[in-house]
């Protein structure tokens, strides 16, 4: 889903992160002075949300038993407690960072060690100090960690179980590379649904979206995540930071390549495959697309739908996410528009055959992806199957700002709206998971 760290810029290295109600929503309040863009926007479901989204793999890539907690060993470093873990209907996730998410209340925080099991978390997403809780993952006799125990953010007492999984390393053939990757299936008979990963810019290994793992797999979700190639264990050459059809078209082959391995494992149901694509991998999503014939779904983290010039120069007016514009929105639209496609990416052939239920998820504020003009592009497209969300408050990262800068999200606490509730009620209209 969503990246929840710092946002950065699309075209350098940029951290990203169940039938929903169509909720029609006006734009004039984000944009003031500029008319709806037609009344198929109003059709298009716009509503106002969040997003976040990791991998709760078992240590060593075994299955996790549910055996009774023994005594903490060795200090618990932060992928051994990384996971997702259940109380009742609530849902807690562990990444391979130490950040905390709480699903139903949607606040996020940096774990601080307090050695051996224990960890505590301060006020903000990036802020340990002072210390306002304690939590206590407990170990079974193999030192395998089963729970947590504690106090979370918001006073929420927390005993929770750790969801078991079974995680494995994974290796697929993709235009001259091998990729490498992990695969983590929930439990309970399958086959189930499975989501393949895509990451924003950069250099990026399968670890860089946890949340968005945790998230998935929290809800039932079978989920491939890998190294890009070049980077970690994977082969070939990292195409670049760079968005330029070149390397987008390199990415796409790479995300096709994995949605295709995922279809073919056993468990999974190759019936209801897709991807999530967070950042810039929401130019490379689409163009994929088409190379997989049978992909179910798309989620769309904070994917631009406009060059990558365009994109360029919307980021140029606030620096990058660090100062709130000078400019009016007005005034910023009419520049992106003005930009062009010269020199960059273009997603409107990859969109206009991008023909498969999808949703986009947009942070209100975010200073690196045009909003309002990626709305009126998507509106163009006329597609019944797309819904498209916009989270009041939310930055780039979807995290809740008050500008949308980077300088906010540390101090931060939650991500913006109730994302989580309703990407759950999307994948509920689009997806069935078994029993």
């Known amino acids: 889903m969503r990246q929840a760290a710092t946002p950065g810029n699309l075209t350098g290295r940029t951290p990203t992160t169940a039938k929903l109600a169509r909720i ?23 509503v106002v949300v969040v997003a976040a989204c990791t991998t709760a793999a078992a240590p060593h890539g075994r299955t996790t038993p549910a055996s009774r907690p023994g005594p903490a060993r060795a200090p618990l470093a932060f992928p051994r407690i990384e996971g997702a873990y259940r109380q009742g209907g ?8 130490g950040w905390w998410l709480d699903m139903q209340s949607e606040q996020i925080r ?3 060690p307090l050695g051996g099991s224990d960890f505590s978390y301060g006020p903000g997403f990036q802020v340990t100090a002072p210390a306002l809780g304690r939590l ?8 395998n960690v089963v729970g947590v125990a504690g106090v979370g953010p918001g006073g929420r007492q927390v005993h929770a179980r750790r969801i078991p999984v079974t995680s494995r390393a994974v290796r697929f053939r993709s235009d001259g590379a091998v990729l490498a990757g992990t695969l983590t299936i929930p439990p309970g008979r399958g086959p189930h649904p499975g989501i393949v990963i895509l990451q924003g810019s950069g250099a990026l290994d399968r670890h860089f979206e946890s949340i968005s793992q945790g998230i998935y797999l929290s809800m039932g979700f079978a989920v ?14 990292f195409p670049g930071e760079l968005a330029t059809p ?17 279809m073919a494992q056993p468990g999974i149901d190759r019936n209801q495959v897709g991807f999530d694509a967070n950042s810039q991998s929401g130019w490379v999503a ?15 983290i904070a994917a631009p739908a406009v060059t990558t010039n365009q994109q360029g120069v919307y980021a140029s007016f606030s620096g990058g996410s660090q100062f709130v514009p000078s400019q009016s929105n007005p005034a910023i639209d009419a520049a992106v528009r003005a930009a062009g496609t010269a020199g960059g990416y273009d997603p409107a052939a990859a969109l206009a055959r991008f023909r498969i239920p999808a949703i986009w998820i947009y942070g209100q504020l975010d200073r690196q992806v045009p909003v309002r003009v990626c709305l009126h592009n998507l509106a163009s497209f006329h597609n019944q199957l797309w819904t498209v969300v916009v989270l009041p408050g939310g930055s ?18 939650r991500f913006a709206g109730n994302y989580l509730r309703l990407l759950r009620m999307w994948v509920a209209g689009h997806i069935t998971f078994p029993g």
Request: net charge positive; charged share 20%.
């Open 110 to 112: 940096q774990l601080a």
């Open 90 to 97: 609530r849902a807690f996730v562990v990444t391979y960072q």
């Open 24 to 46: 029609r929503a006006s734009f004039s309040d984000m944009e003031p002075g500029r008319p709806r863009a037609g009344s198929w926007l109003a059709a298009m479901s716009c």
């Open 246 to 262: 070149a390397s987008i078209g390199v990415q796409a082959d790479d995300a096709a390549a994995a949605a295709r391995f995922l």
């Open 396 to 413: 780039h990262g979807l995290i809740k700002t008050k500008h949308g800068l980077n300088a906010e999200v540390p101090a931060a606490a």
């Open 286 to 300: 689409p163009l994929a697309a088409k190379k997989v014939p049978g992909l179910r779904f798309a989620i769309m």
């Open 224 to 237: 491939l995540a890998f190294d890009k190639r070049g980077v970690g264990a994977s082969t070939g050459v």
């Open 136 to 143: 206590h993952f407990m170990q079974d006799a193999s030192g």
